[in-house]
């Protein structure tokens, strides 16, 4: 099976062929650009920027999404691999300043072996993660900081954050049961983690729907091509069904890039509605005093920047997946006026 790229500039249709051939690359390579560096697994990073500075040209990227990819993402799935993610995770989610005790074990995780990542994971987490909450309740200085608007805030975001992630963590921190040091430890490090854990769900989802997407349109655009092929070198008495064929071919290929497009569109509405809304949290804690809302003021300006990134990432395959097909829908109608 020629790679995606390939296959488009083989087709029979010249110059707007080898056009979309090379707009298809500058998408591809832009993708794994962002596989390179948005990708929440280590090992799948990696292998893209593996690709990326070894491969000639589009064959190569099309060739990492196809076989590279898979192994890479079955390799993360390793405990050791899984084991470094975490502590990469917790590391740049709790900071010095507000979770000492769990910041310090994390870095000798991350910079550690093996052993020590799988110890950090097991019970080094828990175990600093429980200093740190006995010295902020020791302290008190954070709780008596807490006013009700505070708790009122948290409340708000466990029913209309855009967040899965931030939900749950602000509902834990209000249920019932909950006291302020629980609304306490949401601000010093829940929010954040729950935040890069929705960020992170929202990425490995197009990545790996993506990669299984151009997979599939891969073989349905390369049946397309031969059958439009096949078209216009078979017998005068063998052409209209011939063309019927191919026009079946390149219409099933427009078909399948409605999964994608419906995604893509959708990822534009959650990236625009996210960076909107910790706009509005990056805002509230620069207006907010206090030790708690400090501890939110970094991470929320951040987390807004990643997801106004998202939206170019996300608005280039969309331009992607609509110009092929209108390729796809061109290719029905050429093969059925009989123009190929």
Known sequence: MPPFGVALAAGPV?????????????????????????????????????????????????????TDYPAAKRYAEERKAMNADFARRVLETHTAEFSPEVHAAARRAVNGTDADREWFARTGFAEAKERDRRARESSGEQARALV??????????????????????????????????????????????AAK??????????LDNEVAWRAAVNRLVADAQAAEKAAAEAAEEAKEQARAAAARAWRAAAERTAAPRSAWAEAQEVSARQAANWRQVAAAA?????????????????TEAQWKSEQEVVAEQARFWNALLQQALAGEQRVQSGKS
């Open 14 to 66: 010249g110059g707007v062929a080898r056009s979309f051939a090379a707009d298809e690359e500058s998408a591809t390579r832009k993708f794994v650009w962002w596989v390179a560096l948005r990708d929440p697994r280590s090992v799948v990073r990696a292998a893209a920027q593996h690709a990326l500075a070894t491969s000639d040209g589009d064959a190569g990227l099309l060739a990492f999404l196809e």
């Open 148 to 193: 009700e608007a505070d708790r009122n805030y948290v409340r708000t975001l466990a029913t209309h954050d855009p967040g899965t992630q931030v939900r749950a963590a602000a509902a834990y921190a209000v249920r019932p049961a909950a006291t302020d040091n629980d609304i306490v430890e949401f601000f010093a490090h829940d929010w954040a983690s």
């Open 197 to 206: 854990l929705d960020l992170e769900s929202y990425r490995l989802r197009l």
């Open 286 to 302: 620069q207006a907010a005093t206090g030790p708690n809302w400090a501890a939110v003021a970094n991470f929320s300006t951040s």
